[in-house]
């Protein structure tokens, strides 16, 4: 398993590597994200208001404002987070520890589950108001072209962010492979180092040893004295 970290990354502290970071099927798909959001907020904003005869400005999505600033919302957030995970992505095998690897996928996997349906909403929101915009609103067909990018758009952008999602799924279902960390890893705090072990040399014993030829004295042994007889 060389080169396999934690959470599908490679070791901590490992070397990173641009080309193999690009051909990633995650990144992909956050360059796709990326763009597409900035095509949906980028058309709405540019072309998504058009005046009648009048000064004021009306939203192409049946003069709906809350339509076009939903659009412009979820595609700016979207646009800021692609660019965020993405750095993200660029310093995961920077991180050492075990606990930050999994902070950093599950918010990953919470917000892209998020966004995904946000992009959901944003599609059904979108074309449904257009569905109900009538010519007469939009003469000339003024700002017609830039809704139909702005919905097409967020339909492409379910998708993936739909596959954000499960590849962050399925980096997290990989776990953690423990005997590529060390206790510093997994707490963060430097462990004292283990001194090496000595030489071996000859084993030298200070068992006593009782001398030889001692017998053990009965203190309950009756001890005999000698008299002195006097003969008269």
């Not at 310093?91 to 690897?101: A, E, G, L, M």
């Not at 999994?102 to 979108?126: D, N, R």
């Amino acid at each position: 398993m060389d080169g396999v970290g934690s959470f599908g990354a490679g070791r901590a502290g490992s070397a990173f590597d641009p080309l193999a970071f690009i051909q990633q099927p995650q990144t992909i798909l956050r360059i796709l994200s990326w763009i597409f959001s900035m095509v949906v907020f980028g058309s709405i904003i540019n072309e998504g208001y058009v005046n009648f005869d009048s000064e004021t400005l009306y939203c192409v999505f049946n003069k709906n404002y809350d339509a076009c600033n939903y659009g412009i919302t979820i595609g700016l957030v979207a646009f800021i987070a692609c660019i965020f995970f993405m750095i993200l992505d660029m310093k995961f095998q920077q991180i050492s520890s075990v606990k930050d690897r999994k902070k950093a996928v599950m918010l990953e996997i919470g917000f892209s589950g998020f966004w995904t349906f946000m992009w959901f909403v944003c599609f059904c929101f979108l074309a449904n108001q257009w569905q109900r915009t009538t010519t007469d609103e939009l003469p000339l067909n003024q700002g017609a072209d830039a809704a139909r990018a702005a919905i097409a758009f967020s339909f492409f952008s379910i998708f993936t962010w739909a596959g954000l999602t499960v590849r962050a799924v399925q980096k997290y279902l990989l776990g953690t492979d423990m005997t590529l960390f060390t206790t510093e890893h997994l707490d963060g705090t430097p462990q004292p180092t283990q001194p090496f072990p000595t030489a071996p040399g000859p084993e030298t014993t200070d068992t006593y040893q009782s001398p030889p030829f001692t017998e053990n004295l009965d203190a309950n042994a009756p001890t005999y004295q000698a008299h002195n007889v006097r003969c008269s």
